[in-house]
C-alpha cells in the first residue's frame, strides 16, 4: 500500500492526528526502529529514519528498551497502524504556506536587504527591507531586533527554491497623506489679458492730453476781473 493511501484520518477508537504529540515508553528495540507503548491498543512504532535528523546506525544509539519517550505522529493507517517520528514535524509544510495568509514568527537574523524570520517551515522567510515600514528604513534593525515575535503576510511561495516572502508593511495602517496649509486665497479677480490692454490705451491717452484744469482755472480769473471792473464801472456813474 502506498503512503498516501496509508495516511489519513485515523480510526476513531485513537483519537490522534498527524502532527498530534504524545508520550510513551519503548517496549522493543529492533532493527528496524523502536516499538512504544503509548496507551492506545497497538504500540506504535518509530523507524530508525524518525529517531533523529542525522543518520542513525543502531537503535540502541538512542533508544532502549524502557526509555521515556516524547513523539509526534507521523502517520497513520487505515488498519490502526500508528507510526511516530522523535524529530519534531514542521509546524507548516510547503503546501500549506498560502500567498496572502498572515503568519507569526519570530526574526532569527538580520541582514543589509533584510531580516529573515523563522515561522515554521522548512526555511525561514524573508522580509525585504522595502516591506518593513511605509516609511524609509535604512537598515533593517531599525524595524525589527534579532529575536522579536511579529505578524507578517505571505507575498509569495516559490515551492521549487524553498523561498517565501513576508511582509510587515501590508499589515500596518497606511498613513495618512500630509495637508500643506494653505494661505487664504485673495478674493480679488484677476484682470483679463484685454482689461490690462485697455487700462493701458487709458492711461496712455491721458498722459498725451494737455490738463483742462488750468485752462478752467485761468479762464474762472478772468471773468472775476470782467465782473469786478463792470460793477466798478456802475458805481461811478
Given at each position: ?63 532502549k528498551e524502557g526509555d521515556e519517550v516524547q513523539a509526534w505522529v507521523r ?163
Amino acid at each position: 500500500m502506498s503512503e498516501a493511501n496509508t495516511e489519513g484520518a485515523a480510526p476513531q477508537e485513537s483519537g490522534l492526528k498527524k502532527k498530534d504529540p504524545v508520550k510513551g515508553k519503548v517496549i522493543k528495540a529492533t532493527l528496524a526502529g523502536a516499538v512504544v507503548d503509548i496507551g492506545q491498543a497497538k504500540p506504535a512504532v518509530i523507524p530508525i529514519s524518525q529517531l533523529r535528523k542525522e543518520p542513525v546506525r543502531k537503535v540502541e544509539e538512542v533508544l532502549k528498551e524502557g526509555d521515556e519517550v516524547q513523539a509526534w505522529v507521523r502517520r497513520i493507517g487505515n488498519d490502526g497502524h500508528i507510526e511516530l517520528t522523535l524529530i519534531q514535524p514542521l509546524l507548516l509544510e510547503w503546501r500549506e504556506i498560502k500567498k496572502d495568509s498572515v503568519l507569526k514568527g519570530t526574526v532569527t537574523k538580520l541582514e543589509k536587504f533584510g531580516a529573515f524570520v523563522e515561522v515554521g517551515a522548512e526555511r525561514p522567510g524573508l522580509v525585504h527591507i522595502s516591506e518593513m515600514s511605509h516609511d524609509y528604513v535604512r537598515s533593517a534593525d531599525e524595524a525589527v531586533k534579532v529575536g522579536d515575535e511579529i505578524e507578517v503576510k505571505v507575498l509569495d511561495v516559490d515551492r521549487r527554491k524553498k523561498q517565501i516572502k513576508l511582509s510587515i508593511k501590508a499589515l500596518l495602517a497606511e498613513p495618512e497623506p500630509e495637508v500643506e496649509e494653505v494661505e487664504e486665497a485673495d478674493n480679488t479677480p484677476i484682470p483679463t489679458a484685454m482689461e490690462i490692454a485697455w487700462r493701458k490705451a487709458q492711461e496712455a491717452q491721458s498722459a498725451s492730453q494737455p490738463s483742462k484744469a488750468p485752462k478752467a482755472k485761468a479762464a474762472s480769473s478772468e471773468m472775476d476781473d470782467i465782473l469786478e471792473r463792470t460793477l466798478g464801472s456802475r458805481e461811478n456813474s
